[in-house]
């Protein structure tokens, strides 16, 4: 069945460093989100996705940069890793065209030192 | 701006007991309300989909309603089992495709 995939499952990086977080779906048509997950905070939308090169930032994009040259792959890059940025990713797509029904990926745990 | 909220944060319950989850958002203009299940350490697994011209969605134990009026959903659970524990998130998606998040009810279930 088609899905949605994420690499690395973990990570730990030094403060200043480029880390690039994998998503990777296989759905023809779709949408794609990248969010974080902190305690208190919940889940927030770092960047989103309408197509190939169509991209838009969210409510925390600072400090991240994406790209969509192909419709199936949306990475996730920290230019310059902080503590800050210390959380649990995740990718996201809307694999049916008209509902928006947004399917989850398995998520990165990504440590900043 | 959008807010959800989600009340109670944790609720424990005896197993076979029927629940209910609470989310209300600020805005009522919403296209879709989601409601997904995460499991610790896990990604987020999709339950139900409420389009706004829907009242409500049913699957299996689960049946969540949606009034914009109100700006409240509710999920209710029948006769809940251990493998239910886990916690419940709420989302609310505008005109945009965005979703926006509560921060979720953690749900433990009781043998």
């Known amino acids: 069945d088609a899905g949605i995939t994420q690499s690395p499952r973990y990570k730990i990086t030094e403060t200043g460093r480029q880390v690039t977080l994998m998503c990777h779906q296989t759905w023809s048509h779709s949408y794609m989100f990248w969010y974080r997950q902190d305690l208190g905070h919940g889940l927030r939308l770092i960047y989103y996705?309408?197509?190939?090169?169509?991209?838009d930032k969210g409510e925390v994009s600072d400090g991240y940069v994406v790209s969509r040259s192909k419709t199936e792959n949306f990475p996730l890059t920290l230019e310059s890793a902080t503590r800050s940025q210390t959380s649990v990713y995740f990718c996201?797509?809307?694999?049916?065209?008209?509902?928006?029904?947004?399917?989850f990926g398995p998520g990165t745990r990504l440590t900043v030192t | 701006k959008q807010e959800v909220t989600q009340i109670p944060a944790a609720l424990s319950v005896p197993e076979g007991e029927n629940l209910v989850l609470n989310c209300s958002f600020t805005?009522?203009?919403?296209?879709?309300l989601q409601w997904f299940r995460q499991d610790p350490g896990k990604g987020l697994t999709s339950l139900l989909l409420i389009q706004s011209s829907q009242r409500e969605q049913t699957s299996g134990r689960l049946n969540a309603s949606l009034d914009k009026s109100s700006g409240r959903s509710t999920l209710y659970i029948a006769a809940s089992q251990p493998g239910d524990s886990a916690t419940y998130l709420c989302?609310?998606?505008?005109?945009?495709?965005?979703?926006?998040f509560g921060k979720g009810t953690k749900l433990t279930v009781n043998p």
């Open positions: 996705s309408a197509a190939a090169d169509i991209t």
């Open positions: 989302a609310a998606q505008g005109g945009s495709e965005k979703l926006v």
């Open positions: 996201a797509a809307t694999p049916r065209e008209g509902t928006y029904e947004q399917y």
């Open positions: 805005d009522s203009a919403i296209y879709n």
